[in-house]
């Protein structure tokens, strides 16, 4: 797990700006974040995106289904795959329910059982906002969801966010560049170094077609696949 303020820290540090471990005081803080979900858009522009672990609490309300996403009755950005699930009666009582394929789902004949909580859930990452399916319909509980979405924005400095294997030795470096860019002074070649390799390993790790670029001060561009 890391914050916004750990990356903004360690690229501050990593660009010279700062001593290994010095705190940043609160302007310098709110300013990095402001570069950090700056080169955050650019690289969604550019279709940079990647997936983060986001917990999503849904109250069951005795319907079939309920969106999520930026314009869905639970507002936030659209789940990519829901990995569990749980639901929370009044009392706080925590009940497990299955997460269904497609498949499992359309195998079961009746869908409009209704009482009691739900045991089993289908979630479609539809256009705009997902849509999970319960089954049985039920009122009065919590469904909470663990699930992937991606991140276009980091919301605070000190959200905990899990990041994919490889993106926090991409982002330092890529931030440490944008950081020395913004302040109008030179990136440190180490620093342009650690950058490009790590944008080769996300492109190593991430196989499935779709090109991005980032371009680093010094003008250098780099070239990542991702499939989101």
């Known amino acids: 797990m890391t914050t916004a303020l750990t990356l903004i820290t360690d690229a501050m540090s990593q660009a010279g700006l700062t001593e290994a471990g010095q705190s940043l005081p609160a302007e310098e803080s709110a300013y990095g974040l402001r570069v950090l979900n700056r080169m955050m858009g650019k690289w969604s522009q550019m279709r940079l995106l990647f997936p983060v672990l986001t917990e999503y609490s849904v109250p069951l309300t005795g319907a079939a289904s309920y969106t999520i996403g930026p314009t869905g009755g639970v507002v936030g950005a659209r789940p990519l795959k829901v990995n569990h699930a749980t639901a929370i009666d009044a009392n706080g009582l925590e009940y497990e329910v299955l997460v269904r394929n497609r498949e499992q789902w359309d ?4 869908k409009s059982l209704t009482g009691g909580p739900p045991v089993q859930i289908w979630y479609a990452a539809e256009n705009t906002d997902g849509r999970v399916y319960v089954y049985p319909k039920a009122d009065g509980y919590t469904l909470k969801l663990d699930a992937q979405a991606l991140l276009a924005s980091f919301p605070s400095l000190a959200t905990d966010l899990e990041l ?9 470096p890529c931030l440490a560049d944008e950081l020395c860019s913004s302040y109008g002074v030179q990136t440190p070649a180490d620093v342009l170094r650690r950058a490009a ?12 077609p779709l090109t991005v670029t980032h371009e680093l001060a010094d003008g250098t561009t780099f070239m990542i696949e991702r499939g989101y």
């Open 197 to 208: 390799g790590g944008v080769r390993a996300i492109k190593r790790i991430n196989h499935e």
């Open 164 to 172: 994919p294997e490889g993106y926090e030795a991409a982002i330092v």
């Open 107 to 110: 195998a079961i004949a009746d």
